[in-house]
């Protein structure tokens, strides 16, 4: 069985067809740049130029970055346009595609359920969170398998901030830090969610998921076990795909 996923994220918006039954893109993915500034019409128009570029016809499942109730209704919009808070994203994007049908996620938790399913969460029980270092920090935190939607602990105060404007991939690029560097910023931020939540795992995905390499042996001091995301930054266009074949 194969469903269309659409990640949308603060930098690009990439989509593809997603066999169900492997966890893995069917085909490979398709990428555009994310609009700025990221309104609600611009995104929309990105979106289906991702679908289209597939002529796809069936349902669609796409993450956003924010907190989204009701598989709908966009709540935050940190690293998008304000206008995104209170706009029914399942109407736009259904309006936009066609009449399609769609189904709408927080970016990290598409990842989450993706990683628990298939990936590096597959039968882990307690605590699990998933964090994903992008544009943002998003995460996804699960006990014994079910997921607590939308946490956003990417919001976290780290030294007075935000924590993923010091911690994200975005501030590592934007500070032109080195990977030990923000290694450190990275282990901060672990630390203080490990002191709120105590999680036996955390699995750390986005684009930095396939560097693992290059910045996880420099975090120290973390009790809970720390390991990259199985499915990379594909995470969260599979995840996409499996709430929307959930809801058909």
Do not use: C
């Not at 949308?8 to 609009?35: N, W």
């Not at 964090?131 to 105060?157: C, K, Q, R, W, Y």
């Not at 720390?226 to 930054?233: E, F, Y």
């Amino acid at each position: 069985m194969q469903i269309f996923g659409v990640d949308i994220g603060g930098s690009g918006i990439k989509g593809a067809p997603v066999d169900l039954e492997r966890g893995e893109l069917a085909q490979e993915r398709f990428k555009v740049l994310t609009p700025h500034p990221a309104t609600p019409d611009a995104v929309a128009d990105g979106v289906k130029e991702v679908v289209d570029h597939f002529g796809w016809t069936g349902p669609v499942g796409l993450t956003f970055p924010g907190v989204v109730t009701d598989g709908a209704m966009i709540r935050t919009a940190a690293n998008v346009d304000k206008s995104w808070v209170d706009t029914d994203a399942r109407a736009l994007f259904g309006e936009r595609l066609g009449g399609l049908p769609v189904t709408v996620v927080n970016d990290a938790d598409a990842a989450g359920v993706a990683e628990m399913q298939f990936g590096a969460g597959r039968g882990r029980r307690g605590t699990v969170i998933v964090l994903t270092f992008g544009t943002g920090i998003g995460s996804a935190m699960f006990v014994d398998g079910l997921l607590v939607p939308n946490t956003e602990l990417g919001h976290l105060e780290l030294n007075g901030r935000d924590a993923e404007k010091r911690a994200s991939s975005k501030a590592k690029d934007d500070n032109d830090l080195t990977w030990e560097h923000w290694a450190r910023r990275v282990q901060k931020y672990l630390a203080h969610v490990e002191m709120l939540f105590s999680p036996e795992l955390f699995i750390i995905g986005g684009g930095v998921s396939r560097k693992s390499e290059k910045f996880l042996p420099f975090i120290e001091g973390i009790e809970a076990e720390i390991v990259p995301a199985r499915l990379q930054n594909n995470a969260g266009i599979v995840g996409a795909a499996m709430r929307a074949a959930k809801q058909g």
